[in-house]
């Protein structure tokens, strides 16, 4: 596609329930990425996918959160019994470590998926 | 750890003024440097991208120029419009996938 797209773009959920959120990265990026955005405050590192290498997970906040990608294509974040201080903006974002031979790494973001967790 | 600092928190400006944004960070062994826009309730949009080997970059009305030897960018916005509130974010990238956000600068435009 022609840019990163993440589904659903809002979800409402019961505490105690699991959510699954999906990100569809820009075709042919290897780098991937996911940041969760409380309200009103910067963006939180949840993890990070590059090809077929082990993620990076240091930023996912408890057991509760895991993420999957297979290769380099979408990749699904999903969060067990959500309890009310998931609530926030989950962005995902991708990127080319490698671009015809040239070092870039320019990143683009989806328009995110908004959990509220009532 | 990289710290990235963006001074000011906000802004409010009339119509027509230049925007100067600050960002500053700590380690200066970065790969690149990344500004963006993001407006309420959306995703970040990217606005410039500059590499460690590069001093500044220009798109329309934007320029971002990068000090790496005082841990500095700044991003400038020629004549300012009311489209142009939001709020800018840097980000920068250290020599691996890692980057470190600044808590960004809201801008207002006053028409």
């Known amino acids: 596609g022609a840019g990163v797209s993440q589904s659903p773009s809002n979800k409402v959920t019961e505490k105690g329930k699991d959510v699954e959120l999906r990100c569809d990265p820009i075709s042919g990026h290897t780098a991937l990425y996911w940041y969760r955005q409380r309200l009103g405050q910067g963006l939180e590192f949840l993890i990070y996918?590059?090809?077929?290498?082990?993620?990076?997970k240091s930023g996912l906040p408890s057991d509760r959160f895991s993420a999957e990608r297979t290769g380099e294509s979408v990749s699904t974040l999903t969060i067990q019994r959500t309890q009310q201080e998931d609530s926030a903006v989950y962005l995902c974002a991708s990127s080319l470590h490698r671009e015809a031979g040239a070092l870039t790494g320019e990143l683009f973001f989806g328009e995110g998926s908004r959990l509220t967790v009532l | 750890k990289q710290e990235v600092t963006q001074i000011p928190a906000a802004l409010s400006v009339p119509e027509g003024e230049n925007l100067v944004l600050n960002c500053s960070f700590t380690?200066?062994?970065?790969?690149?440097l990344q500004w963006f826009r993001q407006d309420p309730g959306k995703g970040l949009t990217s606005l410039l991208l500059i590499q460690s080997s590069q001093r500044e970059q220009t798109s329309g009305r934007l320029n971002a120029s990068l000090d790496k030897s005082s841990g500095r960018s700044t991003l400038y916005i020629a004549a300012s419009q009311p489209g142009d509130s939001a709020t800018y974010l840097c980000?920068?990238?250290?020599?691996?996938?890692?980057?470190?956000f600044g808590a960004g600068t809201t801008v207002t435009v006053r028409a």
């Open positions: 980000a920068v990238r250290l020599r691996d996938y890692k980057l470190s």
């Open positions: 380690d200066s062994a970065i790969y690149n």
């Open positions: 996918f590059q090809g077929n290498s082990a993620p990076d």
